[in-house]
């Protein structure tokens, strides 16, 4: 193909991706409609679960065994808030136990579906945050935002390796040496976030250890995956790994609306898309109980593990060409 072509492939590729992009935020996040949100309630508890069965279907009721499941439930991020029935003084009343770091968005409409409905029942109800977001964070959309910057940072940097040495490595050394620039990158970035979000700016003011850690994951398993695909695919590759982290990535991370608000395309995205992982796992870093964590820590993981098999066979079954200068990696 001549140059004319595959500069017209190029520019009718960027036109689908930000058509694709266009179509994916808007989409998805235009007319944000809550259904199924989760909110706890111990199984005996019949005047709390009537509450939660006449606000169906924006709310759903998440049955559990007594008052400690429900509010390991609720810092494990099962649950955006628990509703309890209370007696005291022989008067029934409600106590709603939300955790408004997990999403305000999705605590704003559980407190204001269960209060209208408590005042038509002529039920008093009490509300408590037990995981509130930071004082420089009301809206909660820090962390979102700082794996936004995360993830770009670790696919541009595999891109830009791959625009100075070619996206393929020409044998395992120089593969092996890519992996590790990246690391090396993504350890850099990841304590940058943590400083900028910690002592420049003062939004968080603790877990600075855990969000480096955990930043270093997110910009890796990022970096990872977009070098697998770029020594596999080239310059198709970079289009589709906007497309996955990107376009696709970042209404469905659940960090503008959760998942819960979103287009069913949408709303299972989070928990396998890395924007959505690394937003669940510095949310669980930042406020809730590590064992929320775990499947974000997993996830992630196996993404950069999976990048980095993918790019070590590259050089193997598919070895390159065209000869590479010394100083490539």
Not at 122 to 127: D, G, S
Not at 150 to 156: I, N, T
Not at 158 to 172: E, M, R
Not at 295 to 301: E, G, K, Y
């Amino acid at each position: 193909m001549d140059r004319w072509g595959k500069t017209g492939l190029l520019v009718i590729g960027t036109l689908a991706l930000a058509g694709a992009f266009i179509a994916a935020y808007v989409g998805g996040l235009h007319q944000p409609t809550p259904r199924d949100v989760p909110v706890g309630v111990v199984r005996d508890d019949s005047a709390a679960s009537r509450v939660l069965a006449a606000l169906r279907p924006q709310l759903k009721a998440i049955e559990y065994a007594d008052a400690g499941d429900a509010a390991e439930a609720l810092t494990r991020r099962k649950v955006y808030a628990v509703l309890a029935s209370t007696d005291a003084g022989g008067a029934t009343g409600l106590t709603l136990t939300t955790a408004s770091a997990s999403s305000p968005v999705a605590t704003d409409l559980i407190i204001q579906a269960t209060t209208a409905a408590a005042a038509t029942a002529e039920v008093p109800l009490t509300v408590a945050d037990a995981v509130p977001v930071s004082d420089a964070d009301p809206r909660g959309l820090v962390p979102f935002y700082l794996v936004v910057g995360l993830v770009l940072g670790g696919y541009l940097a595999s891109t830009a390796l791959g625009l100075s040495a070619g996206t393929a490595p020409a044998d395992l050394d120089r593969a092996a040496l890519r992996i590790g620039t990246l690391a090396v990158f993504a350890v850099t970035l990841g304590v940058t976030g943590a400083i900028i979000t910690g002592p420049v700016l003062d939004v968080f003011t603790a877990h600075r250890p855990g969000i480096a850690i955990a930043g270093a994951l997110i910009v890796f398993a990022s970096a990872m995956i977009a070098a697998a695909v770029q020594s596999w695919l080239s310059l198709f590759g970079t289009g589709l790994v906007i497309l996955l982290l990107v376009v696709l990535g970042n209404p469905g991370s659940g960090g503008i609306y959760p998942p819960e608000f979103l287009p069913t395309f949408f709303r299972g995205m989070h928990r396998w898309d890395p924007p959505g992982l690394g937003t669940d796992l510095i949310k669980s870093v930042v406020y809730f109980d590590r064992k929320a964590a775990a499947w974000p820590i997993t996830a992630l993981a196996l993404w950069a593990l999976a990048g980095v098999v993918a790019l070590l066979a590259r050089p193997v079954l598919r070895p390159v060409s065209a000869p590479i200068q010394p100083s490539d990696l």
